[in-house]
């Protein structure tokens, strides 16, 4: 199983990004995926996750009504459309497969892939 984050990169503060996730050896439509991040020195932490289906998400209080999760089942792919960044934004971005979606993201296998570096300038 290979996971691939890609869309990152350098934006100025309250720029877009939209991340994409897809895998390889591995049909996402079968479970739920998130969205994490880790900043320097800091821990990985549950940006936002969505039900197989789509029918429910959950989102970081500090990126609600900024970030918005969605996903294409045909494509085998989930999104992070990022708006309004802020330069603590600023992480390596995963999607991760096999999340548990509640009251939170809870990550149940160890596939993570290299991540997907976002810069936010002020």
């Known amino acids: 199983v290979q996971l691939q984050a890609s869309g990152g990169g350098l934006v100025q503060v309250g720029g877009s990004l939209r991340l994409s996730c897809t895998a390889s050896?591995?049909?996402?439509?079968?479970?739920?995926v998130g969205w994490f991040r880790q900043a320097p020195g800091k821990e990985r932490e549950a940006v936002s996750c969505?039900?197989?289906?789509?029918?429910?998400?959950y989102y970081k209080d500090s990126v609600k009504d900024r970030f918005t999760i969605s996903r294409d089942n045909a494509k085998n792919m989930v999104y992070l459309q990022m708006n309004s960044l802020k330069p603590e934004d600023t992480a390596v971005y995963y999607c991760?497969?096999?999340?548990?979606?509640?009251?939170?993201?809870?990550?149940?296998?160890?596939?993570w892939g290299q991540g997907t570096q976002v810069t936010v300038s002020s």
């Open positions: 050896g591995l049909r996402l439509d079968q479970y739920g």
């Open positions: 969505i039900t197989n289906t789509g029918g429910s998400q």
């Open positions: 991760a497969p096999k999340v548990r979606v509640g009251f939170g993201c809870l990550p149940e296998s160890d596939y």
